[in-house]
């Protein structure tokens, strides 16, 4: 058996249990490195002092926004090249492959060119205060720059993962995290460059994974061919990726605008807050990624069990998915949640007032982030079986539709609490919205399923 006719047999007909560990856990542990490094750019940076702290913690959404772009195309993509390979039209799942990669490379380069030209309006809106300025716009200037190799990562990486390729996702994530690692402390403090240089190690790195897609492309290894002359704008093609790929985009943005809010509102408290809360989304960031890795493992066999008409595998998907991503969630959220001073103070020279913050936020994060895996599942389970409009309503509960409202009201009502306490918040109410919204989804499921077997029956 060749290598592509076992990605189709692994998302096809594969157990379950042994499906989602050879898709979920690399490209887990693949995201899981990547936003190990993040905390390790933090704890280098954070040595440099809070100014440098809270300088890539403004940068950050701004860079989010633009691997967003990757996620557009990619994950849009992603969805629908699934449910074709579900119902054996290779031809076109080609063709939407090589659409979303040279799409999202040439609309990344635009977004990049716009925002480096209002770089400082940009920061300032990001909620960058004077002191924050000078090093956010020199990290920035480089950071942004490179992300145009991010986001050729990203689209690769929803692609690959959903031809059943998640070994080459977790090599391509972890030889460019773990090259970051190396390179973080060379370029800060051995060549003196500081935040400059945690911008060029995170470039170089970047660059690497880059080459690691490729060479997988190169060396026909995936079940696609990237051509421009395969790319195709027709209605269906653009609007299957679309009515996946934006709400992923909003998603995106909508967690940009969220930190955004947070470092604004923390402004008020000073440099000091907007460190805190910087590492508190770093940290909360190491355990999301980590259940969007596993998550983007299990959204390809849902997809592709839902156009093969194959409900009873696409149940028993959703509730192991449910059980391994909430056990993780549960045991990662009660380490932050019991530890919470001990882990905040490794990212400071010792700032009293950054500790106390970062902590009480990361105690409130901990424990609820307990529910994140269950939220996570449906949220993209919605958007691998085509359902946009529902994944979009769901995808923006958490970092929009629930999170906006108490992030501008309770720091008026509640004052700094109202900002340590806005995420968990929002993280309860979007829980509760993801039960309503799965019930109805579950009803019709089984009346498809029920269809299918009456038309299999007659057929016989």
């Known amino acids: 058996m060749n290598s592509q006719s076992k990605k189709m047999e692994l998302l096809g007909s594969t157990s379950i249990p042994k499906a989602l560990l050879a898709m979920g856990i ?24 809070e100014s440098q702290m809270g300088a890539i913690s403004v940068v950050y959404p701004l860079g989010q926004v633009v691997v967003g772009l990757g ?17 054996g039209d290779k031809e076109t799942a080609d063709k939407v492959a090589s659409t979303a990669l040279y799409s999202s490379v040439s609309v990344g380069a ?26 956010a716009a020199t990290y920035a200037s480089i950071y942004i720059v490179s992300c145009i190799f991010n986001v050729f990562n990203v689209t690769m990486n929803n692609i690959v993962t959903s031809e059943g390729a998640a070994k080459t996702t977790m090599c391509a994530l972890l030889t460019g995290a773990v090259l970051n690692i190396a390179l973080d402390p060379l370029f800060i403090y051995v060549f003196d460059l500081g935040v400059a240089g945690a911008a060029i190690a ?39 990726i679309f009515k996946i790929g934006i709400p992923t985009l909003v998603f995106q943005i909508l967690t940009s605008v969220s930190i955004s809010l947070i470092n604004n509102a923390a402004g008020d408290y000073g440099d000091s807050a907007i460190a805190g809360m910087g590492v508190v989304t770093r940290l909360i960031s190491m ?28 149940r028993e998907a959703i509730k192991t998915s449910i059980l391994w991503s909430t056990a993780f969630c549960v045991i990662f959220g009660l380490v932050l949640a019991l530890f919470p001073a001990a882990i905040v103070s490794m990212f400071t020279k010792g700032d009293t007032e ?16 307990m529910l994140f895996g269950f939220y996570t599942v449906y949220s ?14 769901l995808g923006a509960c958490r970092q929009g539709i629930c999170f906006i409202p108490v992030i501008l009201l309770l720091p008026m009502l509640w004052g700094l609490n109202g900002i340590l306490y806005a995420q968990p918040i929002a993280d309860m109410l979007s829980a509760i919205i993801t039960v309503f919204m799965a019930l109805p989804l579950h009803k019709k499921l089984n009346e498809m399923q029920k269809q299918t077997a009456e038309i299999s029956t007659n057929n016989n």
């Open 26 to 49: 690399p490209t887990m542990i693949g995201m899981l490195v990547n936003a190990f490094y993040n905390l390790v750019d933090a704890y280098f940076v954070g040595g440099l002092g």
């Open 354 to 369: 950054m500790i106390r913050i970062g902590a009480a936020s990361l105690r409130a994060n901990g424990i609820s982030i």
């Open 202 to 240: 995170s470039a170089i790195s970047q660059v690497v994974s880059t080459c690691v897609y490729l060479t997988y492309i190169f060396r026909k290894k995936s079940v696609f061919h990237f051509r421009v002359k395969d790319c195709t704008y027709t209605k269906e093609t653009m609007s299957e």
């Open 287 to 314: 355990g999301s990624l980590s259940v969007f890795g596993f998550i983007k493992g299990f959204q390809p066999i849902a997809g592709y069990s839902y156009g093969a008409k194959k409900f009873d595998r696409l």
């Open 71 to 87: 996620l557009l195309f990619g994950n849009g993509a992603a969805s629908y090249i699934s449910r074709l390979l579900g119902r």
């Open 110 to 135: 635009v977004i990049i060119i716009i925002s480096m030209v209002f770089l400082h309006p940009i920061l300032k809106l990001l909620g960058a205060t004077d002191s924050i300025l000078p090093y």
């Open 380 to 393: 993209s389970l919605f958007l691998a079986l085509g359902k946009g409009r529902e994944g979009f309503i």
